[in-house]
């Protein structure tokens, strides 16, 4: 069992930088593959980016490469969003995941999610 909670979100202007954060319960965090998702009012959840297991690898959309980065630190069971030159388009609820299963994009292939956080990018 994996408990995650997401924190950092909030109100920036476009250009701006945010930092979210994802502190998770368990002592087997360390075994998941963990991602990133959002969902914007009236929009499907989609996937932002994930983080292998043992910090190796990290896979991006399209349309958050060379902007976010996604990190994690297994001594603190915690994994992190670092979002650079925001855009209204990035405004969403921003989940944080976890999934025995590294490289894949699909919602139902993660176990646990968070509650989510509110990024607000003002134009």
């Known amino acids: 069992q994996v408990r995650l909670v997401e924190s950092g979100g909030g109100l920036v202007q476009t250009g701006g930088s945010l930092r979210l954060s994802c502190a998770a319960s368990?002592?087997?965090?360390?075994?998941?593959?963990m991602g990133w998702f959002r969902q914007a009012p009236g929009q499907e959840r989609e996937f932002v980016g994930a983080?292998?297991?043992?910090?190796?690898?990290?896979l991006y959309a399209d349309s958050v490469k060379g902007r976010f980065t996604i990190s994690r630190d297994n001594a603190k069971n915690t994994v992190y969003l670092q979002m650079n030159s925001l855009k209204p388009e990035d405004t969403a609820v921003y989940y944080c995941a976890a999934s025995l299963v590294y490289g894949t994009r699909s919602v139902p292939v993660y176990d646990y999610w968070g509650q989510g956080t509110q990024v607000t990018v003002s134009s």
């Open positions: 983080i292998s297991w043992n910090i190796g690898s990290q």
């Open positions: 368990g002592r087997t965090f360390s075994s998941y593959a």
